[in-house]
T-cell receptor, first 115, second 115 residues
Framework: AQSVTQLGSHVSVSEGALVLLRCNYS??????LFWYVQYPNQGLQLLLK??????LVKGINGFEAEFKKSETSFHLTKPSAHMSDAAEYFC?????????????FGPGTSLSVIP | GAGVSQTPSNKVTEKGKYVELRCDPI?????LYWYRQSLGQGPEFLIY????????DSGLPNDRFFAVRPEGSVSTLKIQRTERGDSAVYLC?????????????FGPGTRLTVL
């Protein structure tokens, strides 16, 4: 069965500092991987996704993530944090074995940005 | 174009009552998903519709939960004999056709509180 773990339920960074949110997954086959962001009182929004090909994926708002099969990881990074990045971030995995894109979400990491 | 909409945004009910939660997906999206998000958790899959049919309802917690999508567009999640443990945010998402790594577009959710 697929699962997703996110190390650190809460991460704080200073404005302008590197953002690193960790995600590890378990899957019997190479999965599709996603990062979603949830701003306060808003719906989840896709940041980026890995499907196939290049393992470094660039998303919106300056975020990127790298798929590392050997480490079963898909960590999310941003070189310089902005106040507007404060939100809840969810890593998710979709098992290619299913006939549709059933997505399993991790527990989330709350990002705070300190001025 | 319009995104996924959900009504009501908030619903407060008493234990034992019946509730209906509505989801309007993006026009033309054949795939529709319901998730439940408890405080401090990631979204938990409930049910997936492809067109009018429930292709996967394995996430529904018990037979008090039921969902329909009679015309392949709007969907209603129905909860009978509500319990305090049903309190959560119920999220709806839609995607173009549910195949492969389609992006799922989420609505803002319905916050259900069972007193």
């Amino acid at each position: 069965a697929q699962s997703v773990t996110q190390l650190g339920s809460h991460v704080s960074v200073s404005e302008g500092a590197l953002v690193l949110l960790r995600c590890n997954y378990s899957s019997s086959v190479p999965p599709y991987l996603f990062w979603y962001v949830q701003y306060p009182n808003q719906g989840l929004q896709l940041l980026l996704k890995y499907t196939t090909g290049a393992t470094l994926v660039k998303g919106i708002n300056g975020f990127e993530a790298e798929f590392k099969k050997s480490e079963t990881s898909f960590h999310l990074t941003k070189p310089s944090a902005h106040m507007s990045d404060a939100a809840e971030y969810f890593c998710a995995v979709s098992d290619r074995k299913t006939s549709y894109d059933k997505v399993i979400f991790g527990p989330g990491t709350s990002l705070s940005v300190i001025p | 174009g319009a995104g996924v909409s959900q009504t009501p945004s908030n619903k407060v009910t008493e234990k034992g009552k019946y509730v209906e939660l509505r989801c309007d997906p993006i026009s033309g999206h054949t795939a529709l998903y319901w998730y439940r998000q408890s405080l401090g958790q990631g979204p938990e899959f409930l049910i997936y519709f492809q067109g009018t049919g429930a292709a996967d309802d394995s996430g529904l917690p018990n037979d008090r939960f039921f969902a329909v999508r009679p015309e392949g567009s709007v969907s209603t999640l129905k909860i009978q004999r509500t319990e305090r443990g049903d309190s959560a945010v119920y999220l709806c998402a839609s995607s173009l056709n549910g195949n492969g790594p389609d992006t799922q577009y989420f609505g803002p959710g319905t916050r259900l509180t069972v007193l």
